[in-house]
Protein backbone atom coordinates (compact mmCIF):
# COMPACT_ATOMS: atom_id res chain seq x y z
CA UNK A 1 0.00 0.00 0.00
CA UNK A 2 2.87 2.18 1.01
CA UNK A 3 3.90 1.78 -2.50
CA UNK A 4 0.47 3.17 -4.32
CA UNK A 5 0.59 6.16 -2.29
CA UNK A 6 4.09 7.05 -2.99
CA UNK A 7 3.29 6.00 -6.79
CA UNK A 8 0.22 8.20 -6.88
CA UNK A 9 2.05 11.14 -4.98
CA UNK A 10 4.65 11.38 -7.32
CA UNK A 11 2.00 11.02 -10.38
CA UNK A 12 0.06 13.79 -8.72
CA UNK A 13 3.90 15.90 -8.41
CA UNK A 14 3.85 15.22 -12.64
CA UNK A 15 0.59 16.98 -13.18
CA UNK A 16 1.34 20.25 -14.74
CA UNK A 17 -0.44 23.19 -12.82
CA UNK A 18 -1.57 25.83 -14.87
CA UNK A 19 -3.14 27.92 -12.87
CA UNK A 20 -5.41 29.69 -15.89
CA UNK A 21 -6.86 26.05 -16.92
CA UNK A 22 -9.80 24.90 -14.65
CA UNK A 23 -10.91 21.04 -14.42
CA UNK A 24 -14.00 19.99 -15.76
CA UNK A 25 -15.53 20.17 -11.91
CA UNK A 26 -14.44 23.49 -11.26
CA UNK A 27 -17.81 25.05 -10.64
CA UNK A 28 -18.70 22.00 -8.48
CA UNK A 29 -15.52 22.45 -6.42
CA UNK A 30 -16.58 26.15 -6.13
CA UNK A 31 -20.35 25.70 -4.95
CA UNK A 32 -19.10 23.16 -2.65
CA UNK A 33 -16.58 25.68 -0.99
CA UNK A 34 -19.10 28.12 -1.08
CA UNK A 35 -21.42 26.34 0.80
CA UNK A 36 -18.73 26.18 3.79
CA UNK A 37 -18.11 22.18 4.02
CA UNK A 38 -14.83 20.87 4.44
CA UNK A 39 -13.29 17.22 3.67
CA UNK A 40 -10.63 16.38 6.99
CA UNK A 41 -8.30 13.62 5.52
CA UNK A 42 -4.99 11.73 5.79
CA UNK A 43 -2.65 11.30 3.21
CA UNK A 44 -1.59 8.23 4.13
CA UNK A 45 -5.33 7.19 4.01
CA UNK A 46 -6.32 4.73 0.98
CA UNK A 47 -10.11 5.94 1.37
CA UNK A 48 -8.96 9.89 1.65
CA UNK A 49 -6.73 9.46 -1.97
CA UNK A 50 -9.68 7.78 -3.17
CA UNK A 51 -12.48 10.11 -2.33
CA UNK A 52 -9.90 12.98 -3.76
CA UNK A 53 -9.64 10.92 -6.86
CA UNK A 54 -13.32 11.53 -7.40
CA UNK A 55 -12.26 14.82 -8.38
CA UNK A 56 -10.21 13.80 -11.47
CA UNK A 57 -8.99 16.32 -13.63
CA UNK A 58 -9.97 18.90 -11.45
CA UNK A 59 -7.90 17.88 -8.03
CA UNK A 60 -5.63 20.45 -8.62
CA UNK A 61 -8.93 22.81 -8.11
CA UNK A 62 -9.61 20.80 -4.70
CA UNK A 63 -6.48 21.08 -3.77
CA UNK A 64 -7.06 25.16 -3.99
CA UNK A 65 -10.30 25.66 -2.92
CA UNK A 66 -9.07 25.40 1.14
CA UNK A 67 -12.60 22.42 1.34
CA UNK A 68 -9.69 19.97 1.90
CA UNK A 69 -7.73 19.88 5.20
CA UNK A 70 -5.04 17.46 5.69
CA UNK A 71 -4.80 16.14 9.31
CA UNK A 72 -1.83 13.74 8.74
CA UNK A 73 1.00 16.14 10.81
CA UNK A 74 3.77 14.40 7.73
CA UNK A 75 1.56 15.16 4.46
CA UNK A 76 1.16 18.26 2.18
CA UNK A 77 0.13 21.16 4.01
CA UNK A 78 -0.65 19.57 7.14
CA UNK A 79 -3.10 21.14 9.91
CA UNK A 80 -3.51 18.44 12.42
CA UNK A 81 -4.89 21.17 14.96
CA UNK A 82 -7.76 21.60 13.09
CA UNK A 83 -8.46 17.81 12.59
CA UNK A 84 -8.38 17.35 16.80
CA UNK A 85 -10.32 20.48 17.25
CA UNK A 86 -13.17 19.64 14.75
CA UNK A 87 -13.26 15.78 16.60
CA UNK A 88 -12.17 14.03 13.46
CA UNK A 89 -10.85 10.36 13.91
CA UNK A 90 -11.99 8.65 10.97
CA UNK A 91 -11.01 9.53 7.52
CA UNK A 92 -12.02 11.27 5.11
CA UNK A 93 -15.27 13.26 6.87
CA UNK A 94 -16.45 15.51 5.24
CA UNK A 95 -18.34 18.58 7.71
CA UNK A 96 -21.01 19.68 5.80
CA UNK A 97 -23.73 22.15 7.38
CA UNK A 98 -21.88 21.17 10.67
CA UNK A 99 -23.19 17.55 9.96
CA UNK A 100 -20.09 15.08 9.79
CA UNK A 101 -20.14 12.35 7.20
CA UNK A 102 -17.90 9.67 7.29
CA UNK A 103 -16.21 7.52 4.89
CA UNK A 104 -15.88 8.35 1.30
CA UNK A 105 -19.01 10.43 -0.04
CA UNK A 106 -19.56 9.87 -3.79
CA UNK A 107 -20.54 13.24 -6.40
CA UNK A 108 -24.06 12.54 -6.12
CA UNK A 109 -24.02 11.96 -2.83
CA UNK A 110 -21.78 15.40 -1.96
CA UNK A 111 -24.89 16.96 -4.59
CA UNK A 112 -27.19 16.08 -2.56
CA UNK A 113 -26.14 17.29 0.84
CA UNK A 114 -24.63 20.77 -0.49
CA UNK A 115 -26.85 21.68 -3.25
CA UNK A 116 -24.30 21.92 -5.33
CA UNK A 117 -24.70 20.20 -9.32
CA UNK A 118 -22.23 19.00 -11.88
CA UNK A 119 -21.90 17.81 -14.58
CA UNK A 120 -19.93 14.25 -15.33
Not at 27 to 41: N, W
Not at 80 to 91: F, H
Request: net charge negative; aromatic share 14%.
Amino acid sequence: MAVIIVVLIGFISLIPKNENVSGPYYDFIECIKDSGAKMYGNYASQESLSQMSFFGDSLYDFERSGIYIECNEYGPNPKPNKCVEAGIDYYPTWIIKEIPYEGVQGLNKLSQLTGCSYES
